[in-house]
């Protein structure tokens, strides 16, 4: 109970589901692998003011297909599409290059940006480059999730804050955090800014309600079958201390 694990892989395949979508094994899983990283970083740094808060990475024979959710749809798109065309073609410039691939890349529009924790670690971070003062850059972000209707939310900033000579952690939190709870939907986010006086990480928890049972997503339902416990106690047998039927 005391080991601290990241809450999004903690609930993988119960509210949670995995950022990129491929099958592959041995070798063609590490490059695959090695690959989608080098993905993100290219659209994370292409990107940087367009406030991406994720890239969802499929894969099927002969095909890729890209879907960045962004708080800020016209910097990536551009006037007239020609943004997300430029873009298209200096990604398979950098990785395909002289390769057929159908290659697909979707933009999609995030509803309630205060509500995700990518996107508010990003606005803290840039508020601490702008040398602002730590407690005020927090309490400023927790004020914008408490108005998008969260439950709860926590921000915790570890290093040289404000300049300070000795490194340190601080956090400021409203509501409540969940975190051994798995039906919670607690979305995380850990960053780092850079600063004058070196790297503070930022690290971001907001609790956004329960999922249950019938509310979840068709691709987190069990695909298992389940039977009844009285029919499973049939296939069992009869029990020991059941008595034998009498013979003739």
Do not use: C
Not at 150 to 162: C, E, P, T, Y
Not at 224 to 232: F, I, L
């Amino acid at each position: 109970m005391g080991h601290k694990v990241n809450p999004k892989s903690f609930r993988l395949g119960t509210t949670t589901t995995w950022p990129s979508r491929w099958f592959a094994r041995d070798a063609a899983y590490r490059s695959q692998l090695r690959e989608d990283l080098g993905i993100r970083g290219f659209f994370q740094k292409e990107l940087r003011e367009a406030a991406v808060n994720s890239i969802v990475i499929e894969r099927s024979r002969g095909a890729l297909t890209v879907t960045i959710a962004t708080a800020k749809p016209g910097v990536v798109i551009g006037r007239g599409g020609a943004g997300i065309e430029g873009l298209k073609k200096k990604f398979i410039k950098q990785f395909f290059p002289g390769k057929k691939i159908q290659f697909q890349l979707n933009v999609t529009e995030v509803a309630k940006p205060s509500l995700e924790s990518q996107l508010v670690a990003q606005q803290v971070i840039q508020d601490l480059e702008r040398r602002m003062p730590f407690r005020r850059v927090l309490k400023m972000a927790i004020e914008r999730v408490k108005k998008a209707s969260a439950l709860g939310v926590k921000i915790a900033v570890s290093g040289r804050l404000n300049g300070a000579e000795i490194a340190r952690r601080e956090w400021l939190g409203w509501g409540k955090i969940p975190l051994t709870n798995l039906r919670a939907d607690i979305d995380y986010a850990a960053e780092t800014a850079h600063t004058m006086a070196g790297a503070i990480g930022v690290k971001v928890w907001i609790y956004r309600g329960d999922i249950f049972e019938q509310d979840r997503l068709s691709q987190y339902q069990p695909t298992t079958p389940t039977r009844d416990r009285r029919q499973q106690r049939d296939d069992r047998g009869p029990r020991r201390f059941q008595k034998a039927a009498p013979t003739a």
